[in-house]
């Protein structure tokens, strides 16, 4: 049997590559909306950060997130992303 192949995506704080499903993907879509997508199917431009919160202190503070979306970032992305990495998220 063939191994499956296991897709990497780059974390835009730490820049290591590490499988898709180990991060957090934030996505732009065509309406100008910036959310988490936690099932990574959402249409649009999407960046990926891994669950250490040091690489959200970093993509903020190098404005990674920007970069990776191609737009300004607003601060509560931020403070949602911070919340989520934490785990209180529950709504």
Same mark, same amino acid.
């Given at each position: 049997m063939v191994p499956r192949k296991i897709p990497?995506?780059?974390?835009?704080?730490?820049?290591?590559?590490k499988p898709k499903r180990e991060m957090t993907r934030?996505? @732009?879509t065509q309406d100008g909306e910036i959310s988490l997508d936690p099932t990574g199917k959402k249409a649009g431009r999407g960046a990926y950060l891994c669950a250490n919160p040091d690489c959200l202190e970093t993509a903020k503070k190098r404005r990674a997130l920007d970069r990776? @979306?191609?737009?300004?970032?607003?601060?509560?992305?931020?403070?949602?992303?911070s919340r989520h990495l934490r785990g209180d998220d529950r709504d």
């Amino acid at each position: 049997m063939v191994p499956r192949k296991i897709p990497l995506r780059q974390c835009v704080g730490c820049q290591e590559m590490k499988p898709k499903r180990e991060m957090t993907r934030v996505v @732009l879509t065509q309406d100008g909306e910036i959310s988490l997508d936690p099932t990574g199917k959402k249409a649009g431009r999407g960046a990926y950060l891994c669950a250490n919160p040091d690489c959200l202190e970093t993509a903020k503070k190098r404005r990674a997130l920007d970069r990776g @979306l191609k737009t300004s970032v607003p601060g509560e992305v931020y403070d949602t992303l911070s919340r989520h990495l934490r785990g209180d998220d529950r709504d």
